[in-house]
């Protein structure tokens, strides 16, 4: 199968469709006692108008993933394809006669609906996947760390894949690039007051009945001190079939099943986009599969599709990485768009995000007004394959700092020393950065900056890594505030049957009684 990405096509702007009719009645049973209240849903009833509910139900979920990181991917895509941009960079003081195109819209960028999410939850307005994912799934604020669970932990929501799956006969599917019990995946089929319980929601896995997961492996699967029953041998005596090679998975044309990608990264999930290559499945290879299996029920399906590595690449502040996950969630979206081309009156598809990561901005104090996106071209791998790869051995053989620039340059673009105007070579304070950040890595040396000032720095990350990502970002002109989660809306992007329902700005809890409205489950 292996989705392979030809640039072009992947980042053409597509024109779909034209929205349908209007809507349903909203329900969302209230547990006793009422828990923190989200904003008041309006009813969508009120049209008067022939509900027609959709057949198949595709959500997307770009973890992380707010405007900057969609932005900044359509902009990069962009600069890599306008010659003006690449030959003469423009620039307010000297563009060289260079006139900007502008972006390349991602496929979901020109949905015929256009929404936005605000994402707060029952602590913080710069909440986690968990909390956040639960009032997508389930149309409830909860606290940060807490799955399906009001905020003292005992009573459970039911999350609108159950209700479909109970309700409707929909078969459901989960698909996610990072684990399968990590939060997001697990905020459609598990309740548990925290998210680290990996072991027992992998158990909620395994009972919740759904047709389909498929993507990273399993967290803890024989639990946290590896004394329990492994959690996929669990699954089989279930009745799913748990395939773990591709060739295996060529051959799955039915449920239930679980499958866990071949080639697993760092923390058993998949490889990032940057790291992919041709012989391995990408997200859009599991969408894709995922309708190969869950069409096969008349009733129809759900599908819930999460970009989880955008996340990833976020906290770590790996812009290139960034981007390649965000082209990657497109491709997947790209299967689906596909799929309703031929069903186009019984299929709707949602792309938005649980909340944004790193505080990204597209713009540098250093680069003033200009930015330099296709420099980040020059990366050709993620911080994570940089760190277990490289770094792993830099610290094992002691690699001097002169040997260690060689592969930043092969592997980064980055050098010592080039020709003038050359915007990849390392200034001197750039080079000091890195020298700083090797001794902390792989000499072991103590800095001499305060533990704050450490933690600006470098986060909890590797600092030889992350000053790297840090150095070719703002050479673009791109720069992240945080090594966490921050508070900006998502957008909402929808497409096919009610799909401008979605359109307005709303709390993110709306998303669920919108879908519930729709799909006429209480």
Avoid at 203 to 214: C, K, P, T
Avoid at 457 to 473: A, D, K, Q, W
Wanted: aromatic share 10%.
């Amino acid at each position: 199968m292996n989705w392979k990405r030809p640039l072009a096509l992947s980042t053409a702007a597509l024109t779909l469709g034209t929205a349908l009719a209007v809507c349903g009645n909203p329900t969302a049973a209230a547990p006793d006692p009422t828990p923190t209240p989200a904003a008041e849903v309006q009813s969508l009833s009120t049209t008067g108008s022939t509900v027609k509910a959709p057949k198949y139900v595709f959500l997307f979920i770009g973890d992380g993933m707010s405007y900057p990181q969609i932005q900044s991917t359509s902009d990069f895509l962009g600069a890599l394809n306008d010659a003006d941009y690449r030959q003469a960079q423009p620039s307010l003081d000297d563009n060289g006669g260079a006139i900007l195109d502008g972006p390349e819209y991602l496929n979901f960028m020109n949905f015929e609906a256009a929404g936005s999410a605000v994402t707060y939850d029952s602590n913080s307005f710069a909440p986690d996947s968990a909390s956040t994912a639960t009032s997508i799934s389930t149309g409830y604020k909860t606290y940060s760390g807490s799955i399906n669970v009001d905020e003292t932990g005992t009573i459970s929501y039911e999350t609108i894949a159950e209700q479909l799956h109970a309700q409707k006969g929909y078969s459901v599917g989960v698909i996610t690039s990072v684990n399968l019990n990590h939060a997001t995946p697990a905020a459609f089929y598990a309740h548990q007051a925290s998210r680290n319980d990996y072991y027992d929601i992998g158990l909620e896995l395994i009972d919740s009945g759904f047709e389909y997961f498929a993507g990273g492996g399993l967290l803890k699967p024989t639990g946290a001190e590896g004394d329990q029953a492994d959690l996929y041998a669990l699954a089989e005596k279930a009745g799913y079939h748990v395939v773990k090679t591709q060739a295996e998975a060529e051959q799955v044309t039915g449920g239930p099943v679980v499958i866990i990608d071949e080639h697993l990264a760092d923390s058993d999930a998949m490889a990032y986009e940057i790291d992919r290559t041709d012989d391995m499945w990408a997200l859009a290879d599991y969408v894709e599969k995922g309708i190969e299996v869950l069409s096969q029920d008349k009733d129809g399906f759900f599908m819930m599709c999460e970009g989880g590595k955008i996340d990833w690449a976020c906290h770590a502040n790996d812009a290139a990485s960034t981007i390649h996950d965000t082209q990657a969630l497109a491709d997947a979206v790209q299967v689906a768009i596909d799929f309703a081309k031929e069903h186009a009156d019984e299929t709707l598809i949602l792309v938005t995000s649980d909340h944004e990561t790193g505080g990204l901005t597209i713009g540098f104090a250093g680069t003033d007004y200009d930015t330099y996106l296709d420099l980040l071209e020059s990366q050709k791998i993620s911080y994570a394959k940089f760190d277990s790869d490289y770094v792993s051995r830099y610290k094992e053989d002691k690699t001097s700092f002169e040997d260690v620039l060689k592969d930043v340059e092969a592997l980064f673009g980055l050098k010592p020393q080039g020709e003038e105007g050359d915007k990849l070579v390392l200034t001197d304070y750039e080079l000091e950065q890195l020298r700083a950040a090797y001794e902390k890595s792989v000499n072991g040396t103590a800095a001499s900056q305060y533990e704050q000032e450490e933690y600006v720095l470098y986060g909890t990350y590797e600092p030889l890594s992350v000053t790297l990502t840090h150095i070719i970002n703002n050479k673009s002109g791109i720069s992240f505030t945080s090594y966490s989660h921050t508070g900006l809306p998502v957008a909402v992007l929808a497409h096919g049957v009610n799909a401008g329902q979605f359109n307005g700005y709303y709390d993110n809890t709306q998303i669920y009684h919108k879908l519930a409205d729709l799909t006429k489950v209480k």
